[in-house]
């Protein structure tokens, strides 16, 4: 046991002395003099600002105190510094924060920014244009936008996660990890939990293609109904589709027919000899028939049960058959491999750049490392000991708000009578986000310092 413990302990040390803090940001007192404002937007007044509070509902007032936006219908844009630039090479990149759309956000980025030193001379300015590194985050608008933004820069391009990661649309603090590996791999986790995985080769367009329909080869003559066949038939059969190359042409020797006539099968002797009707056996001359008033009596024909049909020879397995050709992929000339898809160079600022039509959001405890284990830490020690206070916080405060609503609608009801027509009170006061205690910690942040503004 003795034993056991001495090499946890190695352990533990190894883990501390590689991992390494490049920027981390709790947003307590002092905060406001690490970080800038930027003057994005501030020209035509649509700049907003962040206030330093710990929203509505919190699990520690003090601790959980971080930047929110305000008011609606604004740009918000500010940026903090790394102590020193950091470049992952042959390290992790390990970018967290938390998010907490109080708002119940409906329209809005709740995203992170790295910015490259390159950016250093724009960063006063700091906004939408301003080149960055990494881009990551909630981002939502109504129904249709409820993901996780993974964006990474590659040769100078922002390169977005093709996979569909999800959001959280609560109104609680998540808190969102993305992880950058040298292998060329990245994981993301909401609230420490694994919500996506996969390679940056797969899941990104950074590189070229690596192969490419051949330009030289010509498109089929008969390319317009072959593009009209496979809509129609690209649901139950979609390799009937020799769409990938709507240039080359099939080799003259390629046998498509899946299907052959049998050469061995022989017409049988005699098939033709049987005809294909016969004179009816059974008719009879009437006996009313006048050969000099109706002509000759001829005796009507029926079909020959004897009769097979055409003779077609047996299908069988066509022995050259190749399958449907598709025009084979030649190799990009403008493919070029990097074995570095994860490399960020220079890493020196983090920064918030966002646009919410319904503002209130609060931002928290970021951090920059390159250590999965210290994020974890991080996370716990912040996050993890306030959510479940927050909840139960938020919870009471829904509760109190819903009794208080139901009490006034019983009263309004009563006043009103026989009137039911309560549609007004409806579309007023149907929306949670006017809660009377928003109103009294808003009022209280006005109070405080100027410094809790930026
Ligand atoms: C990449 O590296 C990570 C961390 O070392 C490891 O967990 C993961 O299995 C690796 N993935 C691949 C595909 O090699």
């Not at 646009?355 to 209130?360: E, H, L, R, T």
């Not at 928290?364 to 716990?380: G, P, Q, R, Y």
């Not at 306030?386 to 309004?412: F, L, R, S, V, Y």
Request: proline share 5%; with cysteine; aromatic share 10%.
């Amino acid at each position: 046991m003795k034993l056991g413990a001495v090499a946890l302990g190695c352990l533990c040390l190894l883990a501390v002395v590689s991992a390494e803090v490049l920027f981390e940001e709790k947003f307590d007192a002092g905060w406001d003099k690490r970080w800038q404002k930027s003057s994005w937007k501030e020209s035509d007044g649509s700049a907003g600002k962040f206030t330093w509070t710990a929203g509505k509902w919190y699990g520690d007032e003090e601790a959980d105190k971080g930047i929110q936006t305000g008011p609606d219908s604004k740009y918000f844009a500010l940026y903090s510094e790394l102590k020193k630039a950091y470049t992952n090479e042959d390290k992790e990149l390990i970018v967290q924060f938390s998010a907490k759309h109080e708002q119940d956000l409906d329209c809005g980025g709740g995203y992170i920014k790295l910015l490259p030193a390159s950016s250093g001379k724009k960063m006063k300015d700091f906004g939408g244009e301003t080149p960055y590194s990494v881009m990551f985050g909630p981002d939502i608008c109504g129904y249709s936008t409820r993901k996780t933004h993974v964006i990474l820069t590659y040769d100078g391009k922002n390169h977005l996660v093709k996979k569909d990661i999800k959001a959280e649309t609560d109104q609680l603090t998540h808190v969102y990890t993305l992880r950058l590996m040298p292998n060329n791999t990245y994981e993301v986790y909401v609230d420490l939990k694994q919500v996506e995985s996969g390679s940056l080769y797969d899941d990104f367009d950074m590189l070229a293609p690596k192969t490419i329909k051949d330009p030289k080869a010509t498109k089929p003559e008969d390319w317009d109904e072959r593009k009209l066949f496979c809509t129609l038939h690209i649901l139950y059969c979609p390799c009937c589709c020799c769409l990938q190359d709507p240039k080359a042409t099939k080799p003259e020797d390629w046998d498509e027919r899946e299907k052959i006539a049998d050469p061995e099968d022989k017409k049988p002797d005699g098939w033709d000899d049987i005809p294909a009707t016969i004179v009816d056996p059974d008719a009879k001359k009437p006996e009313d028939w006048s050969d000099e008033d109706d002509g000759e009596w001829e005796a009507p024909t029926i079909p020959n049960p004897e009769y097979k049909g055409e003779w077609k020879p047996k299908m069988i397995d066509n022995p050259a058959y190749k399958g449907i050709w598709v025009a084979p992929d030649i190799d990009n000339p403008e493919y070029k491999h990097d074995d570095k898809l994860y490399l960020q160079k220079d890493i020196k600022y983090v920064g918030f750049e966002l646009w919410q039509v319904k503002s209130g959001t609060i931002f928290d405890n970021i951090l920059v490392t390159n250590s999965l284990e210290e994020a974890k830490k991080f996370a716990e020690d912040t996050w993890g000991k306030t959510k479940d206070g927050e909840k139960e916080m938020h919870d009471k405060i829904k509760e109190e708000k819903k009794k208080e609503e139901d009490a006034k609608k019983t009263d309004d009801d009563a006043k009103k009578g026989g009137d039911d027509d309560d549609d007004e009170y409806d579309t007023e006061d149907g929306d949670d986000k006017k809660e009377a205690p928003k109103a009294t910690l808003e009022d209280k942040a006005e109070d405080e310092d100027e410094k809790d503004e930026l």
